[in-house]
């Protein structure tokens, strides 16, 4: 009875998901800004509002249209803690457990706070851990509390894209006995077909983990190996995509299995580069992230509009990330800016992309916002009433 029970949630799942998701839409766009770096410093960001809108001026008035209006499905201020960007995310992290692909973006020029968003503010702090160490605790902490009813296995991957290559950050270089086992040479292919397990990077090593600190200790490794291939090239980190991926399967008393994965992704910066003094390497790599990142953006608009091409082969990350953007699969974009007047340029260009992705529906659902509240709600307790049902 447990196994039909089982499925009597998925299925409840599944309807009150599309009845929520038909308000929200899949794709949602949230906006930080960080704390300025001096206190002196010229504001650009005017205004935040609650309603998810931002304002942002030119305080040096060098632009004549100086003055822009944004709106998101949210937006976080300067202060707002680790903790309340999490409280925003958890509901979208929690779906992974029951079967959606999932894939949280930080996009942004270098220094906005991708990496403090996804990962905390340096390797080796262990206060203001970001969305990544979280989201895995609480991860673990509903497998644990599902235990009776659905066994999760979980595996990890980390990959980053790096003047479109696809290079396993996690491998062990056979070849040297070294810590870390980085191998700089290993290119992986994607595969576009989805074989039975979904993988997109069969050839990336899969580590099995058990518990938070597994997970953790991978995540110091992938970040070292990082750091290490960046000494070759400067700046390299904020010139590559990272990609941490948690596979999640579970199985029920019957044996019947679901499959999900949650993508969390600290993007290359977005910065323009100036063409006219870049050359070599420097201009290759510009090209190559320019390119990945404005066809991301146009593969979430193009879901976002509901298109029916989604030209997700225009590049490697978005082909990597196929199988979890679109279809069933729920993607929350953070775009980060500077509220600092030097970077008002770029701000700019920030939140007009971010704006291109996020959707009309999604301005319709925003007026919405209390209605779709309650239906998440009751959706959250309904499911919990199932389980707790099946346990008795
Ligand atoms: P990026 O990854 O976009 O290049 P970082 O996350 O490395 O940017 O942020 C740059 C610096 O600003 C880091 O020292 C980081 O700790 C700090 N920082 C970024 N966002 C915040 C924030 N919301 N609160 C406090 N410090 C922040
Ligand atoms: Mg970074």
Avoid: W
Wanted: proline share 3%; charged share 25%; hydrophobic share 35%.
């Amino acid at each position: 009875t447990a196994a039909l029970g089982y499925h009597k949630v998925v299925k409840e799942n599944m309807y009150l998901y599309n009845m929520v998701q038909d308000l929200k839409g899949n794709i949602r766009v949230y906006c930080r800004v960080r704390p300025a770096t001096s206190p002196e410093a010229q504001n650009a960001i005017n205004f935040i509002g609650e309603d998810g809108s931002v304002v942002v001026q030119d305080p040096f008035k060098l632009q004549k249209d100086g003055r822009r209006v944004f709106r998101f499905d949210r937006v976080f201020g300067p202060s707002a803690t680790q903790e309340e960007v999490f409280k925003d995310t958890q509901p979208l992290i929690r779906s992974v457990m029951d079967g959606y692909n999932v894939c949280i973006f930080a996009y942004g020029q270098t220094g906005s706070g991708k990496t403090h968003t996804m990962s905390g503010p340096s390797s080796g702090a262990t206060k203001e851990l970001g969305i990544n160490y979280l989201a895995l605790n609480d991860l673990f902490q509903l497998s644990n509390r599902r235990e009776d009813l659905i066994k999760y296995e979980m595996h990890v991957q980390m990959v980053e894209i790096y003047n479109e290559q696809v290079r396993d950050l996690l491998a062990e270089d056979t070849s040297t006995t070294k810590y870390p086992f980085y191998s700089a040479t290993l290119k992986l292919e994607i595969r576009s077909c989805t074989n039975d397990n979904g993988l997109t990077l069969p050839d990336a090593r899969m580590h099995y983990v058990k518990c938070p600190a597994d997970v953790f200790k991978l995540m110091k490794l992938g970040e070292v190996n990082r750091a290490v291939s960046s000494t070759a090239i400067n700046n390299r980190s904020s010139r590559s995509h990272s990609i941490l991926t948690i596979h999640v399967q579970g199985k029920d008393v019957s044996g019947s299995v679901l499959r999900s994965s949650l993508h969390l992704v600290d993007l290359a910066g977005s910065e323009r580069v100036d063409k006219t003094e870049v050359t070599g390497d420097g201009l290759k790599e510009a090209q190559y992230i320019n390119k990945s990142l404005s066809c991301l953006g146009d593969v979430v608009a193009a879901l976002a509009q509901k298109n029916s091409y989604i030209p997700y082969r225009n590049s490697k990350l978005t082909l990597l990330l196929q199988n979890s953007l679109g279809g069933h699969a729920k993607t929350l974009m953070f775009a980060h800016v500077s509220p600092e007047g030097d970077s008002f340029g770029e701000t700019v260009t920030t939140l007009k992309f971010a704006q291109r992705v996020s959707t009309v529906e999604l301005g319709a659902a925003r007026s919405n916002k209390e209605s779709t509240e309650v239906i998440e709600l009751k959706e959250q307790a309904r499911r919990l009433r199932l389980i707790e049902n099946l346990k008795k």
